[in-house]
């Protein structure tokens, strides 16, 4: 059964402490991306990677850092730096890597610092 | 930076009336795509638009963008409450990535 699987759905977390969410993919996409989604904001990206062992800055990095080891994986850090954590965080991944690609997302992970 | 606005942030219809939902880019778009999001899940893809004015159907809901390709529009007809949710457009940009709209929530009631 293709698809991206994220877990945990739902996470807390103490302030100050850093939390990884997994994200993983067998769709055999080159590309990966990490949103961040706020009530009334719509998708802003954090980071996204279009291919193994590189990724970019998307709008809103600060506090957030990635990794790409490996084509089915792209791991999201939430650091103690990132001010406002708790949010909805949804990752999703393109066969390319182009803007023109579609975007397929996974159910997402509702972070919550308490 | 490239942005894409979309109105309204809200739409709240009863059900059998019609719909739409707005989007506006700063730049011109080599393409766009339509996403719905329903209430606790994660977007999903509707549509991608490529060609100048091009319009597509998909049942109740046609899509449209605009000749200067830097704006597209989402009609749904006589809505059902099986259309609540939040409706995304996302231009390209060139660069790799999506610019995602703020999203437009529709509630529909009965």
């Known amino acids: 059964d293709g698809g991206i699987t994220q877990s945990p759905k739902y996470l807390f977390r103490k302030e100050g402490q850093n939390v990884t969410l997994s994200c993983e993919q067998n769709?055999?996409?080159?590309?990966m991306y990490w949103y961040r989604q706020d009530p009334g904001q719509g998708l802003r990206l954090i980071y996204y990677?279009?291919?193994?062992?590189d990724f970019q800055k998307g709008d809103i990095a600060e506090g957030y850092s990635v990794s790409r080891e490996k084509k089915e994986s792209f791991p999201l850090t939430v650091t103690s730096a990132q001010k406002n954590p708790t949010a909805f965080y949804l990752c999703?991944?393109?066969?390319w890597g182009t803007g023109g690609d579609t975007q397929y997302f996974g159910p997402g992970t509702r972070l919550t610092v308490l | 930076g490239q942005q894409v606005m979309q109105i309204p942030q809200y739409q709240h219809v009863q059900e059998g009336e019609d719909f739409t939902t707005y989007c506006n880019s700063s730049t011109t778009l080599s393409n766009i795509q339509w996403y719905k999001q329903r209430p606790g899940g994660h977007p999903v893809f509707l549509i991608q638009l490529v060609k100048s004015g091009e319009v597509k159907k998909q049942k109740r809901l046609t899509f449209q963008f605009g000749e200067a390709k830097k704006n597209s529009s989402l009609h749904i007809t006589a809505t059902q409450t099986t259309d609540v949710g939040t409706y995304f457009c996302a231009g390209d940009n060139q660069g790799g990535k999506l610019i995602f709209g703020q999203g437009t929530e529709l509630s529909v009631k009965p």
């Open positions: 990677s279009q291919i193994v062992n």
């Open positions: 769709l055999n996409h080159d590309a």
């Open positions: 999703a991944s393109s066969i």
